[in-house]
């Protein structure tokens, strides 16, 4: 998983509440990106930033917010008004915004609601 | 708009025969195609891409992808399965155009190799 962290592994979370996810990434990338993976529908894109203090949208940010205040993180909050969060959360990083540029993924995080 | 397609979301091949796993993609102008691997509960891990140049790619851990750009197709092989190939499998493409979107992703095929 290279040298990107996220935490906590498992996250349960009551209906209502809001929960942060954190990745972290010691590559000096300058990209990171946010995935939700469920079962066969292969990962969807929730928010990306190319650089620091910048952020967009991707297919599914709706009930989501993320912040990139420093190069090496890029939290993820999923919020109550997001209707059906329990999904395995993958955070990814890579060299720069340039297309061919492989990403680099962390282990991911677990979050189920109860 | 780009998109991309695992046809078999299974594959069943005995330890030591070869094996594929085939991706199709759609794109506006030049593709960059990705491999990944997902162990289960675990993040993904790059394989291998394709960029420009050689069709014939040559990855980690012995695989291999052929871009066929008439077929639009960039199956992934290996000339001899181990069990420890067993595993899920992610083709991923981005249209080479700058403006874009990011990466999108198959639906994963999961591949089983039976010892």
């Known amino acids: 998983d290279g040298g990107i962290t996220q935490s906590p592994k498992y996250l349960f979370r009551k209906e209502g509440q809001n929960v942060t996810l954190s990745c972290e990434q010691n590559?000096?990338?300058?990209?990171m990106y946010w995935y939700r993976q469920d079962p066969g529908q292969g990962l969807r894109l929730i928010y990306y930033?190319?650089?620091?203090?910048?952020?967009q949208k991707g297919d599914i940010a709706e009930g989501y917010s993320v912040s990139r205040e420093k190069k090496e993180s890029f939290p993820l909050t999923v919020t109550s008004a997001q209707k059906n969060p329990t999904a395995f959360y993958l955070c990814?990083?890579?060299?720069?915004?340039?297309?061919?540029?492989?990403?680099?993924f962390g282990p991911g995080t677990r979050l189920t609601v109860l | 708009a780009q998109s991309v397609a695992q046809p078999e979301d299974q594959v069943n091949v005995a330890e030591g025969n070869p094996l594929t796993v085939k991706c199709t993609y759609s794109?506006?102008?030049?593709?960059?195609l990705f491999w990944y691997v997902q162990y289960p509960n675990r993040g993904l891990q790059f394989l291998l891409k394709?960029?420009?140049?050689?069709?014939l790619v040559k990855g980690s851990y012995g695989f291999e992808a052929e871009f066929n750009k008439s077929q639009t197709s960039f199956h992934l092989k290996k000339p001899s399965a181990l069990v420890s190939d067993s595993a899920l499998y992610f083709c991923?493409?981005?249209?080479?155009?700058?403006?874009?979107?990011?990466?999108?992703f198959g639906s994963g095929t999961q591949l089983t190799v039976l010892p």
């Open positions: 590559l000096n990338h300058d990209a």
């Open positions: 394709y960029i420009t140049g050689d069709n």
């Open positions: 930033s190319q650089i620091v203090n910048d952020f």
């Open positions: 990814a990083s890579s060299q720069s915004r340039d297309p061919y540029n492989e990403q680099f």
């Open positions: 794109v506006s102008g030049n593709p960059y």
């Open positions: 991923a493409v981005r249209d080479g155009r700058g403006s874009a979107r990011q990466l999108t």
